[in-house]
């Protein structure tokens, strides 16, 4: 159980375009979605926390306006970069809590996508 | 501010050898701890974690982790490795009731077979 997706696993797209990335629970209802990315050789970075029916919550110098969350349902977030530059080039990783895991942030991550900026 | 310090960033082992990861934390309330493996080309799998009761947990493929609390610590071990473990550790914390989870730097375990 608590299986998350990430597609696409691996994307490539030129500057200035926007890619979406989709976050799917596939066997839990995942009131929360969180949205890391992960740098060569360091650890994960928490982008932005996604409430069910919410508004994304985004740390501190995350540009809300570039990486937008969408949390439309109990089993899909979506994050798009819009207007790509080479510096967003990163391991995007998703990860999911149940309503029952808010107490101790549980979360169940997804495979990540592995995007590139030409 | 909360932080995790992971103080090996690369680790080699023999086959058989025992292994102890370190795990530092900064926060002076309860917390969750976490390790997470993060095999070649996979995803983050849950290893052990820690909420309550006896401090030291037993996770999956014979690793364990005890929670120090007057030494802010959580290190992982396991007494004899084997080259499938080969992957990269992460230590993790959530303060109870938080929202959000803070990453250690990762240890990068290589097992020679």
């Known amino acids: 159980g608590a299986v998350v997706s990430q597609h696409p696993s691996r994307v490539i797209c030129k500057s200035g375009t926007s890619v979406k990335i989709e976050c799917r629970s596939l066997d839990f209802q995942a009131t929360t979605m969180f949205w890391y990315r992960q740098f060569p050789k360091k650890s994960l970075m928490l982008m932005a926390t996604s409430n069910e029916g919410s508004k994304a919550t985004y740390e501190q110098g995350v540009e809300k306006d570039k990486f937008l969350i969408n949390h439309a349902s109990l089993t899909l977030s979506t994050l798009t970069v819009t207007s790509a530059h080479p510096e967003d080039s990163s391991f995007y990783i998703c990860s999911a809590r149940a309503r029952e895991d808010a107490v101790y942030n549980e979360q169940f991550f997804g495979p990540g996508t592995r995007l590139t900026v030409l | 501010a909360q932080s995790v310090s992971q103080h090996n960033h690369h680790v080699i082992l023999s086959e058989a050898a025992s292994l102890e990861l370190g795990c530092n934390y900064s926060?002076?309330?309860?917390?969750?701890l976490f390790w997470y493996v993060q095999y070649p080309g996979q995803h983050l799998q849950l290893l052990l974690k820690?909420?309550?009761?006896?401090?030291l947990v037993k996770g999956i493929k014979g690793f364990e982790a005890e929670f120090i609390k007057s030494k802010f610590s959580f290190n992982l071990r396991k007494p004899s490795v084997q080259w499938s473990d080969t992957a990269e550790y992460f230590c993790?914390?959530?303060?109870?009731?938080?929202?959000?989870?803070?990453f250690g730097a990762g240890t990068r375990l290589f097992v020679k077979a």
């Open positions: 993790a914390v959530t303060n109870t009731g938080g929202f959000k989870t803070i």
């Open positions: 820690y909420f309550s009761g006896d401090p």
């Open positions: 926060y002076g309330g309860t917390v969750n």
